[in-house]
């Protein structure tokens, strides 16, 4: 029931709610066999050497004994889940031969030692003029407004707080309130004389100080900023010297910026924004603080610890954390580190999961996935005004959605971040099914597609827990396994149909399943779904499955090849993750018949036998990002998996906000650890990251928050020893390898260098390529450039006599074709 249809107070339902499912657990933990009452003694959620490292940096006798043997009885940091090549299955050997390994790796060589795009930076923030020149101009400055300095917090895109030098917030009539409200955010307009400011409250008042009602402003000193999250990056972001040349920067493939509106809104605890700032966006659930920490019970099945403290701003001394997932880890200044510290492409998934969002007894949105797609959406582009107001005006902000690889580059090489939105749910386009029929239609798919096209998605997968109508799903194994299959069973009305196999490399099949729950806390790589699952789904008596390996027997279902061939011909990305491996197996041959480069598996998701097709597609890869030693022996794996006809670069799928366990620390007496600060890309110089009152170390803390990724990624190149450098390489050729898959999803051929049946004439070429064409019109005429570098394409053509000819396409300052010559 919606919290809305109950006459309480949110908290107090909140509060009965938690205790409601305190007890399931209780009762779930006394009936099943093997539960809780068996974790005793085993590892915690957090290594004995991140424990360590905790205490040392915090040493509090209370809260050593919980860390030291928490009863948590799983591992986040087990390979066979978190730091797997795949998520969804064991590993064995490799099914590629060695020569083609050597090949690979040889290949990917030979692209590090291309010369590298040359790079400027742009300025790191707003400079507020000394006289502002428009209503967005006063954002965060510090100006005379009646003789006395104001500091201006945006609020909204020509709305603000006023805070006085005692950070106290001017009201109507100049009265000095504490709390901000509706009533006391003042939205600026501009007039010849100066600035009026009428509020925001239920009654339309102007600020009126004394008998002034138009405000000349200048800039002045003596404000006291508001507080807010530091980000302890200094230098200013790279940038492309043309928007058209080759671009450099990381790429998360896979996060979930939105996940505070998922399942029905009352999980996640804290949102990446609040108009307010961080006090009041970094907050804890309100049955999280009312029982001092002990009522979290969500936090506490996946945490492993029985309590926290509910405190996140300015203490934060619990949360955010690697395996706190109840919490938010995308605060909008986290992010904004992360960019500055070299990331420049974010996919943000929307997600949703209908069944689990209908059991769970708190809520205040729709469970419906479409429904809950829209929210996000809306959510998305609001944050992105967010940051523009931070950024003094539309446009401005370092966060800008694009909805097509052209457009991506010319941000990125801005300097700024590319946020691609993108969609996993389990119930896309309400395509479920109900024992074995269908409840969606083609032409409903199209629709839909048409809609969130509309909405600027472009990437998605067509599965996440439950099989549908378009797919079967690859399950989840281990203690969570029946759970999520109870939950199949209740929105389909069918259990995984799960049957013996014998994968030839031994290792591409589905989530080997058990019938029993010998855990209820047993670790799992998307543990949010089995602690909500534990919780509310009844026990039902699951089929008995034959022996290991275990294949879906369902797979792509006509439905699900025709929302492919949708996707294409909408130049969308069509992530194959999370399908059973029989439904990504035909998915990929009909990638291979549409001859459709536009595939991203983000996560770790799919299995060995596909990852050598993506490649080969044209297609690009992000590993789940999980620990740094994890995740260097999955770049290294992957290398050798690389397609030689397309430019090489890699990348990684944070997974974060509920969905993903983040990567844990290494130790205090970890070798060759991260000392700060270390130089990011483009020359940046990274330190300890400050939020409020905690100062974060990569070492002790892991990847406690989205922020902490540039130390990630230095943990990555001191794990990786002496091919260290190689590794951050290849993530900062990521993007570029991200926009050029997407470039393909638009049709672009690969480039005629590394694809010598591509090459033609060079008559032919230089009749193709006339003046004054935009760098697109000259892909979609000859192909994508082998090298982009300043106003320059390189391509490679056909001499006379078959030889190979280097020519070169030269643009101009309007970016337009000037001229096209052999070099």
């Known amino acids: 029931m919606a919290r809305s249809e109950l006459d309480v107070s949110p908290h107090a339902l909140r509060l009965l709610g938690s205790l409601a499912t305190a007890v399931a657990v209780v009762g779930a933990a006394l009936l099943v066999p093997g539960g809780a009452s068996e974790a005793g003694g085993r590892t915690g959620s957090f290594t004995a050497q991140h424990d360590a490292a905790r205490a040392a940096a915090a040493p509090r006798a209370s809260d050593a004994a919980v860390l030291a043997d928490d009863g948590h009885s799983h591992d986040h940091g087990d390979p066979a889940t978190k730091n797997a090549v795949s998520r969804s299955t064991e590993q064995v ?30 300025s790191a923030g707003f400079v507020n003029p000394v006289v502002p020149d428009d209503v967005h101009a006063l954002a965060n400055g510090c100006y005379a407004l009646a003789g006395e300095p104001v500091f201006f917090q945006p609020t909204a895109l020509g709305t603000y707080l006023l805070h006085d030098r005692s950070s106290r917030l001017i009201g109507p009539a100049g009265r000095r309130e504490t709390t901000p409200r509706p009533a006391l955010e003042w939205r600026a307009t501009q007039g010849e004389d100066g600035f009026t400011f009428t509020n925001n409250g239920l009654v339309e008042q102007q600020l009126v100080i004394g008998a002034q009602r138009r405000f000349p402003l200048r800039l002045t000193t003596g404000c006291t900023p508001y507080p807010e999250i530091e980000l302890d990056v200094s230098g200013d972001p790279h940038a492309g010297v043309t928007a058209i040349q080759e671009v450099r920067g990381y790429v998360d493939a896979h996060t979930h910026g939105m996940a505070f509106e998922f399942l029905g809104g009352q999980v996640h605890c804290g949102r990446p924004w609040h108009k307010y700032g961080a006090p009041y966006a970094l907050v804890d659930c309100p049955d999280h603080t009312y ?4 009522g979290g019970v969500l936090e506490s099945a996946m945490s492993g610890r029985p309590r926290h403290d509910p405190v996140g701003w300015p203490t934060f001394r619990d949360w955010p954390a690697p395996d706190s997932l109840t919490h938010e880890g995308t605060y909008w200044k986290w ?8 990331q420049r492409i974010l996919v943000n998934l929307f997600v949703e999961n209908n069944k689990l969002c209908q059991v769970y ?13 829209r929210l996000q959406a809306r959510r998305i582009y609001e944050l992105q005004d967010y940051i523009d107001a931070q950024y003094g005006g539309p446009g401005r902000g370092f966060f800008r959605i694009v909805t097509d690889p052209f457009q991506a580059r010319q941000v990125v090489n801005a300097g700024k971040l590319a946020v691609v939105l993108g969609i996993e749910t389990s119930v896309p386009f309400g395509c479920t099914m109900k024992i074995d029929v269908p409840q969606c239609s083609a032409a409903e798919i199209e629709r839909q597609l048409d ?14 827990k439950f099989d549908n109508a378009l797919s079967g799903v690859a399950g989840d194994s281990g203690a969570i396994g029946p759970l999520v299959n109870g939950a199949n069973f209740l929105e389909t009305g069918s259990f995984w149909d799960m049957r013996h196999c014998e994968p030839a490399d031994g290792e591409s099949h589905d989530q080997n399943q058990v019938t029993a729950l010998p855990d209820l806390t047993a670790g799992t790589q998307d543990a949010l779904f089995g602690a909500v699952a534990q919780l509310a789904i009844p026990r039902i008596a699951l089929p008995a499955y034959p022996r290991p390996d275990h294949c879906n027997a369902r797979g792509l279902t006509d439905l699900g090849v025709h929302t492919i061939e949708a996707l294409a011909r909408r130049h969308m990305l069509f992530d194959p993750d999370h399908m059973s491996v029989a439904a990504r ?15 991203v598996s983000s996560h770790s998701w799919s299995t060995p036998d596909a990852y050598p097709r993506i490649y080969r597609a044209g297609g690009f890869v992000a590993p789940y990002a999980g620990d740094s030693t994890g995740f260097v022996a999955k770049w290294r794996r992957h290398l050798g998996w690389a397609d030689p006809r397309y430019y090489f670069g890699f990348g990684y799928g944070a997974d974060i906000n509920g969905l993903g366990a983040q990567g844990l620390p290494r130790g205090a007496d970890a070798p060759d650890p991260v000392r700060y600060p270390f130089q990011g890309l483009g020359g940046v110089s990274v330190g300890q990251q400050r939020s409020g009152e905690r100062v974060y170390d990569i070492n002790l803390d892991g990847v406690a928050h989205y922020g902490l990724y540039p130390d990630w990624t230095e943990d990555l190149r001191q794990v990786a020893g002496p091919d260290g450098s190689a590794l951050v390489d290849d993530l900062a050729r990521g993007a570029e390898a991200y926009l050029q898959t997407w470039e393909r999803a638009y049709g ?10 591509l090459r033609r004439p060079v008559a032919e070429v ?11 019109e000259v892909m979609r005429a000859v192909g994508q450039p082998y090298q982009r570098l300043g106003h320059t394409f390189t391509l490679c053509a056909l001499g006379q006599r078959g030889e190979t000819v280097t020519m070169r396409v030269e643009f101009d300052g309007r970016d337009r074709v000037s001229g096209v010559r052999r070099s």
């Open 748 to 757: 672009v051929r690969p480039d005629s260098c590394r694809n010598p049946s």
């Open 361 to 373: 007894p708190l809520k205040r949105n729709r469970c419906d996935d479409m429904a809950s797609v």
């Open 451 to 464: 809609e969130v096209r509309a909405l600027g998605v472009s990437q998605m997968e067509l599965v996440n």
């Open 766 to 776: 230089a009749d193709r390529v006339g003046r004054g064409m935009t760098p697109v």
């Open 585 to 599: 197996q035909r998915a990929l041959d009909v990638i291979e018949r549409l001859g459709y480069p536009g595939v």
């Open 291 to 294: 029982t001092g920490g002990v």
């Open 335 to 342: 992010i904004e580190r992360s960019w500055r510290g070299g």
């Open 93 to 122: 050997p490799d099914p590629t031969t060695p020569a083609q390994r050597a090949s690979a790796h040889e290949h990917v060589a030979a692209e590090r030692a291309l010369p590298d795009p040359p790079l400027t930076s742009v």
